[in-house]
């Protein structure tokens, strides 16, 4: 049972056994980015832990990096590649350079989006990720400024593909 006496759930004990059982970075790394997937954002492919993702992803990243801080002989390298070791400022150059051709905010709202479950920390090091997702949605808020007050809600149901539901 998790240690937390104020909010215990089954759902923390099952994941904070699946959490503590990851041996490796590596390990680490897919479990994250399957967990990411699966359960954060808009394109999401289940709702079943609505009430308690956020809780289990940050302890996913916690543990990745501990296990990754371990595992990196140096300081360096924590502040300058991403955790499967690839330069941080070229990775975040390549979505700067992905995020220039686009002009359509729903586009970019897509690419924000997969940018922030791509590399979001322990992914990438704080100090690439923020400057560089600070970029994507200055463009995306200036792509979406001129008509987003305007758009009807209808219109923005059928542009995003909602489907409404009726709770009775």
Not at 15 to 26: L, N, P, Q, S, V
Not at 66 to 94: F, M, N, P, Y
Not at 141 to 158: G, V
Request: charged share 30%.
């Amino acid at each position: 049972m998790s240690k937390q006496v104020w909010y215990n759930t089954p759902v923390r004990d099952e994941w904070i056994e699946k959490i503590t059982a990851i041996r490796t970075a590596r390990e680490g790394t897919d479990m994250l980015a399957r967990f990411r997937a699966e359960h954060t954002g808009p394109d999401r492919t289940t709702y079943d832990l609505k009430k308690e993702y956020n809780w289990i992803e940050s302890r996913i990243e916690m543990r990745v990096s501990q296990l990754h801080a371990e595992a990196t002989a140096s300081d360096e390298d924590l502040l300058t590649k991403t955790i499967d070791g690839r330069c941080a400022k070229e990775v975040a150059a390549e979505w700067l350079k992905k995020a220039a051709d686009i002009d359509c905010h729903y586009e970019m709202e897509r690419l924000c989006v997969a940018f922030r479950k791509a590399c979001k920390p322990p992914m990438m090091p704080i100090n690439f990720f923020a400057p560089a997702e600070k970029e994507l949605v200055a463009k995306l808020m200036k792509l979406r400024a001129p008509t987003y007050l305007t758009t009807s809600l209808d219109e923005l149901r059928e542009a995003r593909g909602v489907t409404m539901i009726s709770v009775q």
